[in-house]
């Protein structure tokens, strides 16, 4: 603890991301899983969405080139930065020592854009997003009780003043129309304990409820699987944040540092842009929405391959879990035996899709 606050001390960042402060170890996990788990048949390529300043794939490829040499010599890692300062900080880091030039390229562009993505690309594909979702645009949607629909929300200015000020209006955004659909039709068995008494609690007394729903999310992955709707993803992220002030499910922690100290705020319609915004990521109802891109990009594209008549799988696992199968967590053991890269960051999980074929 004393290591990292002097960390922070050292550097401008608010928050370091566990790749970093587990380099080389974290991304040697994620290339250990890759190495496991791609399909031989194809050149591997790799996308990672939102990388920082490039440490995650520098040590995928320094792994992936020691460990799988004849994957390494074949393989394309993109990555897909919409910042132009951190997309030369990723060559900077990536190139350094005139390593893996060949094998990495930065693409400066907004993932989000299906214009980007050019031609289909039937090809399978891991895309990486570590701690991506937690800053994708959301949407908040209201309803006054149980047996009313759901609105979604606007912001309007007083004119009198620069204040903003939320406006309920009956749905007309289709991401939001799409989300909702997802949302009410989530499967009981696939629900949580706590997400089934919330439902039964706005039920049986007719309150309000407001709820904040991943639009952003599922804009990204939509576009995702119509230019690679043979992709495996893996996603890292918060299924839980503490503290948070804003009301709502899934509602964002709103925080930003006064003299030097973090201080949580209650709202998000004053911080203008100096707070910064985490969402969690509410796992279940991610793979709700995973599955529904999925299939809706495979259907509008009348998809008909090998990988139609192979299994997909999605799983959601512990971080600690997914360490100890696939990290040299050994590495990372404090000396009484406490170790960060398993007992740390407990309030996250990773999102796993992957093919399985009949033999």
């Given amino acids: 603890m ?8 050292e550097s401008d960042v608010s928050w370091f991301t566990p ?9 040697y996990a994620l290339a250990n899983y890759i190495l496991k788990n791609y399909n031989s048949k194809f050149p591997l390529q790799i996308f990672e969405i939102g990388g920082g300043t490039g ?21 394309k890692y993109i990555s897909i ?6 997309a030369n900080a990723q060559l900077k880091t990536v190139h350094s020592e005139r390593m893996h030039k060949s094998h990495f390229s930065v693409e400066c562009r907004d993932a989000c854009s299906q214009e980007g993505w050019g031609k289909v690309d039937e090809n399978p594909c891991f895309v990486i997003m570590l701690e991506v979702l937690d800053n994708q645009p959301h949407d908040l949607i209201y309803k006054v009780n149980s047996s009313f629909p759901w609105l979604e929300t606007r912001l309007l200015k007083r004119p009198e003043s620069e204040v903003l000020v ?21 499967k009981p068995e696939l ?88 969402f969690p990521t509410d796992f279940q109802l991610l793979r709700q929405i995973d599955r529904h891109c999925y299939s809706s990009a495979r259907a509008n594209m009348q998809i008909h391959d090998d990988f139609s008549r192979a299994q997909r799988q999605s799983l959601i696992v512990p971080v600690s879990e997914f360490m100890k ?35």
Avoid at 55 to 75: E, F, H, R, S, W
Wanted: proline share 5%; hydrophobic share 40%.
């Fill in 191 to 278: 629900t949580s304990w706590l997400a089934s008494m919330k439902k039964f609690f706005h039920k049986g007394f007719r309150v309000s409820r407001k709820a904040w729903i991943p639009t952003g999310c599922m804009q990204l992955l939509e576009g995702l699987y119509t230019s690679h709707p043979n992709l495996s993803l893996i996603i890292c992220d918060f299924n839980i944040l503490p503290d948070v002030q804003v009301p709502g499910e899934r509602a964002p922690l709103v925080a930003k540092k006064k003299d030097g100290v973090t201080v949580d705020l209650s709202s998000y319609l004053d911080v203008k842009g100096d707070a910064d915004i985490f």
């Fill in 325 to 359: 199968k696939y990290a040299d967590f050994s590495k990372t053991q404090t000396m009484d035996g406490f170790n960060p890269l398993l007992d740390d960051y407990s309030n996250m999980q990773f999102f796993l899709s992957k093919y399985f074929y009949n033999s």
């Fill in 19 to 27: 790749v970093e402060l587990f380099k080389p170890w974290y991304g």
């Fill in 166 to 186: 939320e406006i309920h209006k009956p749905v007309e955004d289709p991401w939001i129309q799409r989300c909702i659909k997802i949302l009410e039709h989530e």
């Fill in 55 to 75: 440490t995650c794939a520098k040590n995928i490829l320094d792994y992936l080139k020691i460990q799988g040499p004849v994957v390494y010599d074949k393989m």
């Fill in 2 to 9: 004393q290591r990292l606050s002097d960390l922070y001390k």
């Fill in 81 to 86: 930065e919409i910042s132009r300062a951190l």
